[in-house]
C-alpha cells in the first residue's frame, strides 16, 4: 500500500494565520491527491483535487500544491470555520489510502 | 439535493456478522462509482474500497478484503456492505461516499473525487 504521511499531527493556530500541512507518499503518486476537510462530528468534505484544484464553492484561502511524493495544503487568512482536521489521500494505486490528518486547533 | 443516508448500524457481537445500506438520491445512480470509508473512534479515516457503475470492478484495501463484500443495486438506488467475522477492530463509524471518476486527458489521466459523503453508520462490537 502507497503510505501517506502528515505533518504536523497537530497545529494551534490564531484567526488570520497563514496555515501550511504537507502530505508525503511513500512512492511517486503524480498529482493524484485529493484534500478532505473533517470538521468535528461531521462527515469529511472535499477541498483539493488532483493535487491543486480547488473544488466547487471551495474559498479562494484554501490552496494545494505539489507533486510525486510531496503535496502542500495551505490555508490563508486563516478563519475559526476552518477549524478542523485535514486528510489528504492519494488515489494513484489501489488501494486509495488516506494519510493520518493534521488538526487545526486555536491557541 | 444529493443524499446519501447509511442504516444498518448497531451494536453486534464478535464473530458476526452485520450488513450496511447507503440509499441514494437526487443524482443518478448508476452513473458514479461509489465507495466506503470508516472511522474507528478518535482516529483517522480508513478507505475500505469502491465499487463502479455496473460492479464488474470492486477494488477493496487487502486487509479487509476477505471480511467486507461491497455490492450495489442500481434499481433500488443503493449501495452495500456486507462485513463478517466482525472483531473490536471493526468498531468505527462506516461512511458511503459517492466517487466521481474523471479522465480529463480521455484515456489515461483522471481525477478522483468523493464529493458527497453520508452521515455515517456507527457499528460497535462488543459481547
Known amino acids: 500500500n502507497t503510505v501517506m504521511t502528515q505533518s504536523p499531527t497537530s497545529m494551534f493556530i490564531s484567526v488570520g494565520d497563514r496555515v501550511t500541512m504537507n502530505c508525503k507518499a511513500s512512492?511517486?503518486?503524480?498529482?493524484?491527491v485529493d484534500w478532505y476537510q473533517q470538521k468535528t462530528g461531521q462527515s469529511p468534505k472535499l477541498l483539493i483535487y488532483g493535487a491543486s484544484n480547488r473544488y466547487t464553492g471551495v474559498p479562494d484561502r484554501f490552496t494545494g500544491s505539489g507533486s510525486g511524493t510531496d503535496f502542500t495544503l495551505t490555508i490563508s487568512n486563516m478563519q475559526a470555520e476552518d477549524l478542523a482536521v485535514y486528510y489528504c489521500?492519494?488515489?494513484?494505486?489501489?488501494?486509495?489510502?488516506f494519510g493520518g490528518g493534521t488538526k487545526l486547533e486555536l491557541k | 439535493e444529493v443524499k446519501l443516508v447509511e442504516s444498518g448500524g448497531g451494536l453486534v457481537q464478535p464473530g458476526r456478522s452485520l450488513k450496511l445500506s447507503c440509499a441514494a438520491s437526487g443524482f443518478s445512480f448508476n452513473d458514479y462509482w461509489m465507495g466506503w470509508v470508516r472511522q474507528a473512534p478518535g482516529k483517522g479515516l480508513e478507505w475500505i474500497g469502491e465499487i463502479n457503475q455496473d460492479s464488474s470492478t470492486i477494488n477493496y484495501t487487502p486487509s479487509l478484503k476477505d471480511k467486507f463484500t461491497i455490492s450495489r443495486d442500481n434499481a433500488q438506488n443503493t449501495l452495500y456492505l456486507q462485513m463478517s467475522k466482525l472483531g473490536s477492530e471493526d468498531t468505527a463509524i462506516y461512511y458511503c461516499?459517492?466517487?466521481?471518476?474523471?479522465?480529463?486527458?480521455?484515456?489515461?489521466?483522471?481525477?478522483?473525487?468523493?464529493?458527497?459523503w453520508g452521515q455515517g453508520a456507527s457499528v460497535t462490537v462488543s459481547s
Open positions: 512512492q511517486n503518486v503524480g498529482t493524484n
Open positions: 489521500l492519494q488515489y494513484n494505486y489501489n488501494p486509495r489510502t
Open positions: 461516499a459517492r466517487a466521481l471518476i474523471y479522465y480529463y486527458d480521455g484515456y489515461y489521466h483522471y481525477y478522483y473525487v468523493m464529493d458527497a
